[in-house]
């Protein structure tokens, strides 16, 4: 999570790197991290592979099934507070991510892959099928599949904070943009990693350019296994930013800082920033 970068990692660690002269450490967990909210500054959510959803290592919520996968709205301007979680009982859990208050759930058909949330909507991966289904996030019942099927296993979903677009990456390197509105596939031009997607994230409109409507929604960076990051761009889809070899062992996860920065870590252990200029 960025402004304030918080970390996570496997062995249960949560780092706050912006609490005054040294970093804030907590222990509370004791295996793998698959969630952080930190939208309440000193407060840091954390939801880890131990069954635990906890507050600055105070636990808030004990879940009975083990949680495989997790999501919050990255939007700082969203104030739900809500995590969407699936466990391995092919459950999907809505929670809020500070009190522990379960919103609502909902059983799977399939096991999931990967998830994300946004303001209005709640979109899943599916393993066996492929498939990319949508739950609206108010009514778990109201749900709609987009119209083509990934080739292969979907492993991380992204969708637009217009919420017009979708991007679907796979554990082949294959990213697909599908149009929300109709539902079906805007580009699959951009096929230039060659491993798992891990992260997929929106750059945020420059503070010079929110009355731009050009500059809205263009980029999108991504991460992979392949150890690169690089930045797509809806409207010329061919046109690509690289940084190569970004992390040893591959990139985990990718987040904009602001419009002009990005925040990637990885296997390696690393955080690191990476400036855009664009020519």
């Not at 907590?26 to 880890?48: A, D, Q, R, T, W």
């Not at 906890?54 to 636990?59: D, G, H, S, T």
């Not at 996860?253 to 296997?267: E, F, K, L, P, R």
Request: charged fraction near 25%.
């Amino acid at each position: 999570a960025v402004n304030p970068l918080v970390t996570g990692s496997f062995d249960g660690k949560v780092v706050d790197w912006n609490s005054g002269q040294k970093p804030a450490l907590y222990l509370g967990h004791n295996n793998l991290i698959i969630g952080l909210n930190n939208k309440k500054g000193s407060e840091i959510s954390s939801l880890s592979w131990d069954d635990t959803l906890q507050i600055n290592e105070q636990v808030k919520y004990k879940f009975k099934s083990q949680p495989k996968l997790a999501a919050v709205n990255c939007d700082p301007k969203d104030e739900d507070y809500l995590y969407a979680v699936i466990n391995n009982d092919n459950e999907l859990i809505i929670i809020n991510s500070f009190t522990g208050e379960i919103i609502n759930t909902v059983k799977l058909k399939d096991p999931a892959s990967c998830i994300t949330i946004s303001k209005t909507y709640i979109a899943i991966g599916y393993e066996v099928t492929n498939a990319i289904e949508l739950f609206e996030l108010n009514n778990l019942e109201q749900r709609f599949t987009l119209k083509t099927t990934m080739r292969s296993t979907p492993s991380c979903v992204s969708i637009s904070p217009s919420e017009t677009l979708i991007a679907v990456g796979d554990v082949l390197g294959k990213i697909i943009l599908f149009d929300l509105e109709t539902r079906d596939i805007k580009t699959s031009r951009w096929a230039f990693h060659t491993g798992r997607i891990n992260a997929i994230s929106w750059r945020p409109q420059s503070t010079e350019s929110v009355n731009d409507d050009n500059d809205e929604e263009d980029l999108v960076a991504t991460g992979s296994l392949d150890t690169h990051v690089m930045i797509y761009s809806v409207k010329r889809p061919m046109k690509i930013v690289k940084f190569l070899n970004a992390h040893k062992d591959g990139v985990n996860n990718v987040m904009w800082q602001d419009a002009d920065h990005i925040v990637s870590t990885g296997n390696d252990a690393c955080i690191k920033t990476w400036e855009l200029q664009l020519a």
